[in-house]
């Protein structure tokens, strides 16, 4: 049974109480009991920080050799998705792409006029304008 948690951590939390938190909600939320979470094969995904993702001494690292030695903790894709699109903007081409949707963006979404016209644009060279895929 999958579980989605979303944790938002203040800083200074330590590693054993984001650890304690996790295991609460496994408890809590899953239903599941102390010996259950040893049994289980569980995936964990978290973002990229050290915090998390560390060898020895991080959350995942003490969930698998304290409580679970089949946990699978991975990198989340949506986080590594962000960190990608975050390196592609700092090259010169995408900049400038980013610059020029958002200012197409900007004149055709200030004006009902502007809109229309687009509208119109888009359905005389038959193609699909309006949809983003």
């Given at each position: 049974?999958?579980i989605l ?14 650890k ?55 990198h ?5 998705m ?14 400038k792409?980013?610059?020029l949707?958002?200012?197409?963006y900007?004149y ?26």
């Amino acid at each position: 049974m999958p579980i989605l948690l979303t944790l938002d951590l203040v800083e200074g939390g330590t590693i054993a109480n984001i650890k304690n938190m996790i295991l609460v909600v496994f408890i809590t939320y899953g239903g599941l009991i102390n010996n259950q979470i040893f049994e289980r094969l569980m995936c964990l995904g978290v973002d990229g920080v050290s915090t998390f993702q560390g060898v020895r001494s991080r959350v995942i690292a003490l969930i698998k050799t304290q409580q679970t030695p089949f946990l699978i903790g991975i990198h989340c894709i949506a986080h590594r998705m962000n960190l990608e699109v975050q390196n592609l903007s700092s090259m010169p081409m995408v900049s400038k792409l980013e610059d020029l949707f958002q200012s197409l963006y900007g004149y055709f979404s200030s004006s009902p006029k502007c809109h229309f016209e687009f509208t119109k644009l888009v359905q005389i060279v038959e193609t699909k304008g309006l949809k983003v895929f």
